[in-house]
């Protein structure tokens, strides 16, 4: 009996280190699984590497041969452009210059011509008898005395005369050459590379930086286009001094390739583009609702402009549906401006009531147009700039405190807080907002109690 325990106390033992070693086999298995996995992935990443190195060095081979066959070409089309034109000028000095030479030529064969005439008279009239030499000597006498025998014509002398020659400055040779040596570069990394895309509702935030401290740039350039189609061109989205722009109207679920290249202090050229960095956004844009007397969108509804069809009546306009979200900017920027009201106003707010001619209301915290801002209904005696054509409100919120909710019913006590940040020109007020709520995404709004007003947002 002693035995068989033994036996069953041996086969457990076994048993256990039999599970021990397969999980411990199983466990290296999977490790090695991944470790080939991670090398598979290295093994691409050096594959991407090389593929970029050499496909930028077949593109930056294929640019300079273009570039200066096309210097070339131009070189010769001016050169040859010149030459002719020199050539030119030499045909037309001497046509000038000789024209009065062969004139002259002319006058004096002319004069030979008689001289040899009447040298031949002459020597007729010494040869001729007596009854006629005195009418031939007289004849000849008076046609001697007609030809002006004593009148020569005068001939230019060789200072007077063009002497056409070429002046070639040696020099040009010496500065193409200085030119050419310092004509183009070749850069291993671009001076300035894509640091963030961001995504935002129907757009992209894209923030750049400069990598190479040397490069004192004057200017930046930003370019996109959509990710996958062979005919599309890159297209500009901004030129400037800034280090980020918000490119808007972009498609959600659309990859787009971003490049970003800089102009240096004093250079008309660009530097190389940085390498293409592709970014998409998953939020659907901000759009205000169809239909609301007094407003005329745009088509993409992000534009509204408060016309004149409701003068003594206008409900506020609102999103089309809640699409901000804590933790993003809400930027409304004025494009037109009427006259000021204080009832007017730009915000976010829970619910869209309907019937509402401002945000100045509970549940809503906005701007007026004068600068007022109101929380709940409630003016704050902080204020901002006035808004104008031109101005830029920010709305930025994030949660502060959730005290506990029952059903999301302030009367069974708690309530929902969110910072909220209202930015205008170069100030900003901050304050905590209580709503009676939990809330994940808000409306936003604008009401104008005067025509005029167009307003973009995003």
Known sequence: MQTLDVVVVDLRTMSAEVDSLLQEAKESIEAAQNYRSELQQ????????????????????????????????AATRLLTERLTALLAEVDTIEADSVKPLDDCQSLIEHGVGQADELLREGEAALRCGLGEKEDQLGSFTKKAMHIQLDSLPEVPALVDVPSVSAQLDDSLLGLLRDRVSRHGSVSSHPPVQIEELQERPGSILVRWCKVDEDFAAADYRLQYRRSGSGGSQYEDAYIGRDCEFLVLHLDPHTDYLFRVCARGEGRTEWSPWSIPQTGYTTLVPHEWCPGTEGYILSSRRNIALRNDSAQSHCPVLYSNAPTYFCGQTLTFKISAAGQVDRRDSLGVCVDSQKGAESLQRDQAVCISTNGAVFVNGKEMTNQLPAITVGSAVTFDMEVVNLFPISNNNLSEGGSFKLRVTIGSGNREVVFDWLVDQAVDCLFFGCSFVHSGWKVLVF
């Open 42 to 73: 290295r093994l691409h990443g050096l594959n991407q590497a090389r593929k970029q190195v050499r496909g930028s060095s077949g593109q930056a081979r294929e640019a300079l041969r273009r570039h200066f066959a096309e210097l070339q070409a």
